[in-house]
């Protein structure tokens, strides 16, 4: 079964205090990793789609990388505005129904 | 542009009434998902429309839930005889075709009382 793993659950940080968020998968022929962050009372927001391994995408103090088994999320120099939880997501095998994990909540404190 | 939006955002009911949660998607966008969120878990997939046709309703987790799409436009989601386990936020998700990124609306938070 197609399966998507996040961690850590949750992470504190400082502001400037730079981290990576971790997404594991496991399905049969990848057909793109989606990135989104979710506010409380908001649905999620979409931020990245990774293709291959050795991808790589940029917003702002986000990057996304992409391996041929997991994907990370580095966030550089956070600072409070971007707590949130953040979600990855793939679609399954031979469907267009997305699988999202549980997703990491981030909270980065001033 | 205009985002998805969802009706209503907030719903409060009785165990054992029916409910209809409404979708408009992005103008333009064929394909549409429902996904339900519990306090605490991930999102559930519940059932995807390409056009009208729903390919995949795998995810409805019983059959007091329905979904209907009318147009290639509004949908609807249906739930009958509500349970206290059906309370959750339900988001309507849309797609240019299915393969590109899904546009979330802002859910229905469903509390069965």
């Known amino acids: 079964e197609d399966q998507v793993t996040q961690s850590p659950e949750a992470l504190r940080l400082q502001e400037g205090e730079s981290s990576s968020l971790n997404c594991s998968y496991t399905v049969s022929g990848l057909r793109g990793l989606f990135w989104y962050r979710q506010d409380p009372g908001k649905g999620p927001e979409f931020l990245f789609t990774l293709y291959s391994a050795g991808e790589e995408k940029e917003k702002e103090r986000l990057k996304a990388t992409l391996t041929k088994k997991e994907s990370f999320l580095h966030i550089t120099a956070p600072k409070p505005e971007d707590s949130a939880t953040y979600l990855c997501a793939v679609p399954q095998g031979g469907s267009e129904k997305l699988v999202f994990g549980k997703g990491t909540k981030l909270t980065v404190n001033p | 542009g205009a985002g998805v939006s969802q009706s209503p955002s907030n719903k409060v009911t009785e165990k054992g009434k029916d409910v209809e949660l409404r979708c408009d998607p992005i103008?333009?966008?064929?394909?549409l998902y429902w996904y339900r969120q519990s306090l605490g878990q991930g999102l559930e997939f519940l059932i995807y429309?390409?056009?009208?046709?729903?390919?995949?309703k795998s995810g409805l987790p019983s059959d007091r839930f329905s979904a209907e799409r009318t147009g290639g436009s509004v949908s609807t989601l249906t739930i009958q005889r509500t349970q206290q386990e059906d309370s959750a936020v339900y988001l309507c998700?849309?797609?240019?075709?299915?393969?590109?990124?899904?546009?979330f609306g802002n859910g229905t938070r469903l509390t069965v009382t």
């Open positions: 998700a849309s797609s240019f075709d299915g393969n590109s990124p899904l546009h």
């Open positions: 429309f390409q056009g009208n046709s729903a390919p995949d």
């Open positions: 103008s333009g966008h064929t394909a």
